[in-house]
């Protein structure tokens, strides 16, 4: 069963405000400059089975639209110690969580 687009975003938009509140990550936007890019990987610790990508990714893309993810596998699907989940590219403040326009 696949949530309703509208779902995910309400979803996401609550975790985020809760984390960032109305300042942001103020040492990302100080420190970082505003043009510098970066990747990430998500790297599973233990053996498990995906849940929730659809708002892993949503989280990403609202921070940075233009964000390049990755990821070879589907929600239910498992995975074992070791494998990466999800790779991600774009902004670093994107990426690191500051308070970016949505």
Do not use: N
């Not at 510098?36 to 990987?41: F, I, L, N, V």
């Not at 990714?57 to 995975?79: C, H, K, N, P, Y």
């Amino acid at each position: 069963m696949e949530l309703p687009r509208e779902i995910i975003e309400q979803h996401v938009r609550l975790a985020l405000d809760e984390d960032l509140s109305t300042r942001g990550d103020l040492t990302s936007e100080l420190v970082v400059p505003a043009d510098a890019r970066a990747t990430g990987r998500i790297v599973a610790k233990r053996d498990g089975v995906l849940a929730g990508l659809p708002l892993a990714l949503e989280a990403f893309r609202s921070r940075d639209a233009d964000a390049e993810l990755t990821t070879d596998l589907a929600d239910g699907a498992q995975f074992a110690r070791g494998d990466e989940v999800l790779r991600v590219s774009g902004t670093a403040r994107g990426l690191l969580w500051p308070s970016a326009p949505r």
